[in-house]
T-cell receptor, first 111, second 113 residues
Framework: KQEVTQIPAALSVPEGENLVLNCSFT??????LQWFRQDPGKGLTSLLL?????REQTSGRLNASLDKSSGRSTLYIAASQPGDSATYLC??????????FGRGTQLTVWP | ETGVTQSPTHLIKTRGQQVTLRCSSQ?????VSWYQQALGQGPQFIFQ???????GRGNFPPRFSGLQFPNYSSELNVNALELDDSALYLC????????????FGQGTRLTVV
């Protein structure tokens, strides 16, 4: 069964901290992995897409890594800001046409 | 380049009624997928349309149906609404295939009373 798990479920940190969000998946035969941000009651904003052949992707203060053999991805956020407060979702493309999502990590960055 | 747009943004329906949700895909994208997100959960795949044909379906009953039009916009129809259908419904568009990024709309919040 293809599953995606995200740890921790919630995280609260002071502004300026560097932090790591974790995503694990059950099947190493993936096509790609995508990290999203979701603000309360809103849609999903794509942050980073990592193809199965890649090890990491970077965008600004965000860096995502992928280790297929261990079934893990991490999202690293540098110098966190209150505006980073949101739910972060990891999604894996195991099968063409459908993304499998974790339940997300709810991040709060306080001033 | 326009993004993915969904309508309406909010909707309240009575149990047993029918509802239609709409999605306009991002310019140039020929693939549309629909997801249901219950409160506190990750999105769950409902189905996908590619060039007007259903191209995969998740574990949802037949009362969930869809359409894709020649301009690649799409509709999600739900018949005989149940209280558990209350959720955020998300539409995603992409170019399809294994390497393309999925872009999501802002969602439609459906409340069934």
């Amino acid at each position: 069964k293809q599953e995606v798990t995200q740890i921790p479920a919630a995280l609260s940190v002071p502004e300026g901290e560097n932090l790591v969000l974790n995503c694990s998946f059950t099947d190493s035969a993936i096509y790609n992995l995508q990290w999203f941000r979701q603000d309360p009651g809103k849609g999903l904003t794509s942050l980073l897409l990592i193809q199965s052949s890649q090890r990491e992707q970077t965008s600004g203060r965000l860096n995502a890594s992928l280790d297929k053999s261990s079934g893990r991805s991490t999202l690293y956020i540098a110098a966190s800001q209150p505006g980073d407060s949101a739910t972060y979702l990891c999604a894996v493309l195991f099968t063409l046409g459908r993304l499998y999502f974790g339940r997300g990590t709810q991040l709060t960055v306080w001033p | 380049e326009t993004g993915v747009t969904q309508s309406p943004t909010h909707l309240i329906k009575t149990r047993g009624q029918q509802v239609t949700l709409r999605c306009s895909s991002q310019s140039g994208h020929n693939t549309v997928s629909w997801y249901q997100q219950a409160l506190g959960q990750g999105p769950q795949f409902i189905f996908q349309y590619y060039r007007e044909e259903e191209n995969g379906r998740g574990n949802f009953p037949p009362r969930f149906s869809g359409l894709q039009f020649p301009n690649y916009s799409s509709e999600l129809n739900v018949n005989a609404l149940e209280l558990d259908d209350s959720a955020l419904y998300l539409c995603a568009s992409s170019l399809g295939g294994t390497s393309t990024e999925a872009f999501f709309g802002q969602g439609t919040r459906l409340t069934v009373v």
